[in-house]
């Protein structure tokens, strides 16, 4: 793996997408809005709404990347790019990599934007600050990118790509406890939510929101994350075929 071929990976993605208006505005503008919307939703509960705000952050960063990372590799994979980089001297290891770090740093950004939307124009307190907020939001966003980078090898179109987001994301939202506590779910659903990495970045979520300090249960739940993340990308990586 070559640090400066991974970041010309990045700074390629990076001015690619920069030139796409419509995804930037998915990425930075739609998440903001969505928790405006859902603020006068609950005009007549603002308690409702501050607990569920917090949890959101910890779940459209993910679904978000997951759709751009997603289509945008499937892209690069139908339109030969893929194929091209592959004959060149890159390895795998910089082609995923690159794309991580350049999807993981739209995702500080919209992590920064979302938190500051919430914490400042919402006027929604969260007792842990805004640096955690941020970093469980930003990994929300890598977990999102690397599964988005994994699903994008089974499917042979964009619609086939979006397809997977009632199939592996929409199980994970319903189970994670954003609508109901766990321990009060079926106990076949809690079992099914113990393995799915939605559900830990919806936890650290509330452990800043109810902790004023860095608890154990905040960075057990961020490891779990990271990890699931980190074999997403494994895997990933293993869908890349060298052309010859």
Known sequence: MSFIKTLATTKRVLSQLGHDRRTLALLFIVPPALLTILKYVFQGEPRVFATIA????GIFPMIIMFL??????????????????????ISK???IFGYAIAFCLLGLVQA??????MLGLLRVTVIGGSITTMIVAVLAAFLGTALGLFT????????QAVQF???????????CGLFVAR?????????????M????????????????????????DLIVVACFAVVALILGAATIRRQE
Not at 200 to 216: E, G, L
């Open 68 to 89: 751009i990372t997603s289509i945008v590799t499937l892209r690069e994979r139908s339109s030969g790019t893929l194929n091209r980089l592959m004959t060149m001297p």
């Open 197 to 220: 990495p939605l559900t830990y970045s919806v936890d650290a979520m509330k452990q800043v929101t109810i902790s004023s300090s860095w608890t154990n249960v905040l960075s057990r």
């Open 112 to 117: 920064m934007i979302s938190s500051g939307v």
């Open 152 to 159: 994008s090898a089974f499917a042979s179109s964009e619609f």
């Open 183 to 195: 321990t009060e779910m079926a106990k076949p659903l809690q079992w099914l939510a113990d393995i």
């Open 54 to 57: 917090p949890m959101l952050l």
């Open 165 to 175: 987001l009632p199939a592996l994301i929409f199980p994970q939202l319903l189970v």
């Open 93 to 95: 290891s910089d082609f």
